[in-house]
């Protein structure tokens, strides 16, 4: 494998040190960021993460340095160089260098390939263990790279032997650090839209359960998610990820349920399709 | 001027790239700062910006990669090497590079030279306006590189004529972006220790005033201080700071009160005579 990242029109190798100590990005916590992969060498639904991140860079009134066409180009360049079948792609936009460290003037735009995450196969066929902690992202719609408590808690939650944090506040349940929750009742399939990033896998899985459930979007409370039948997380590394333990409560009967067992299928035979016309 | 920067052990020219794109106080937003100046070419309060950022280098459960006899040493060196009369100089710290993007393996730090920020001494004779603004830092006694909504709000302070936000949640005052917040009522001086981080020019105030007035640290609400007959902010490159408007109100008669004028004298005359023993 040979990886490269893209910085400001360059073609780096991955490794260059390309970041001064006074970026926005590194002093004020000023950036942010997208991870997406390709399935059978093509990237997947590309059209939904540059959307995301184009809402997010004008959230955060970052002018991006790179239009759509061009950054597609750009992916399909470092896919080429890095002669491997599959990348995982990172974008990160930061403030860049600041006169006053306040006022933005020129963005820093990094797209990094990067190796596969390691995959859990066996979270997915078991279930994970979540540990619920009162917290709500700040600006939770943009995917800005403030994941302060996740890293604060890894040691907490490696102890625990737990995989990740549910974010409660006040009871009301938006998310994990890095994907979104649902749970199902009745043979309903349930999730919220408030306080949470609009994950891409989210709406994949919506788009898949159409016509196999009734589906409910509203705010779910911590109570209602402990007592479902079944709760699973989605993002674009866990795709389609059972909750078997909430704490130290066990969802429906420790097991992966039925109808996340489905879902798991439709999403990883999507997957396994994917680019294939 | 010649400005340098220490990066974990090496000097290294201020503008030099130290950073790889996927540190984690880049992707993740899990660093540390602290700034603070030489007056007479003495670095101001050594012991208690130490002292506050190796507690919150321990609650980031971040390990210092330098002690503070061996960080005074290159505070020193840095200053000699800037032909200077005053520097600045801001630490960072960060999570460094992780192979999982998530558990810390080894803290990149950094110590800047910096030349003095721009003094606003008009602002100190007249006073400042803020916006009030909705938030509540997270983990606020920990000095971490999270200022998004500052950058953010900029442009709009910009437009208001406004130096600053005067952050408050559910009414109760906190701390302005990068300084904390004082009011005079009768004679008394007012601030709180709730959500805040314990800013060593607020200390230094604090001592100031024992023999001037008397003094109640306790939580703060927004009317409160909105009919105040002063207000007032500090940091270390504010000093002290009268608020002459918060949003549309005018505070006390629009003018630098009486107490917060003999503050500001006697925070000065500390600054003027510092380091000459």
């Given at each position: 494998m040979a990886l490269y990242q893209y910085f400001n029109g360059q073609i780096l190798?991955?490794?260059?040190?390309?970041?001064?100590?006074?970026?926005l990005g590194l002093i004020r916590g000023y950036g942010l960021f997208d991870f997406f992969r390709t399935y059978n060498g093509v990237p997947f639904r590309w059209d939904d993460y540059w959307e995301r991140f184009e809402n997010s860079a004008r959230s955060l009134k970052l002018t991006l340095p790179i239009g759509k066409q061009e950054a597609y180009a750009v992916l399909l360049d470092l896919y080429a160089r890095s002669e491997a079948p599959e990348v995982a792609f990172r974008f990160l936009l930061t403030g860049g260098i600041a006169a006053d460290s306040v006022h933005v003037e020129s963005p820093n735009m990094v797209i990094r390939t990067e190796s596969l995450p390691v995959d859990h196969p066996q979270g997915r066929l078991q279930g994970i263990k979540v540990l619920p902690y009162s917290y709500v992202r700040d600006l939770p719609t943009i995917k800005t790279t403030n994941y302060v408590h996740m890293i604060l808690m890894a040691d907490e939650m490696k102890q625990q032997q737990a995989s990740d944090l549910l974010f409660h506040k006040d009871g009301e349940v938006s998310e994990l650090t890095r994907s979104n929750v649902f749970l199902v009742k009745e043979g309903r399939l349930i999730t919220t839209?408030?306080?949470?990033?609009?994950g891409i896998t989210r709406k994949v899985v919506l788009e898949l359960a159409q016509d196999l459930m009734d589906i409910e979007i509203r705010p779910i409370y911590l109570p209602e998610m402990l007592e479902a039948d079944e709760v699973f997380t989605t993002s674009?590394?866990?795709?389609?990820m059972p909750i078997r333990q909430i704490g130290d409560t066990t969802i429906g009967q420790g097991a992966v349920g039925p109808y996340t067992r489905v879902l798991q299928e439709r999403f990883e035979a999507l997957l396994a399709s994917w680019g294939k016309s």
């Open positions: 190798p991955l490794e260059e040190r390309i970041f001064t100590s006074n970026d839209d408030r306080h949470i990033l609009y674009s590394t866990k795709w389609v």
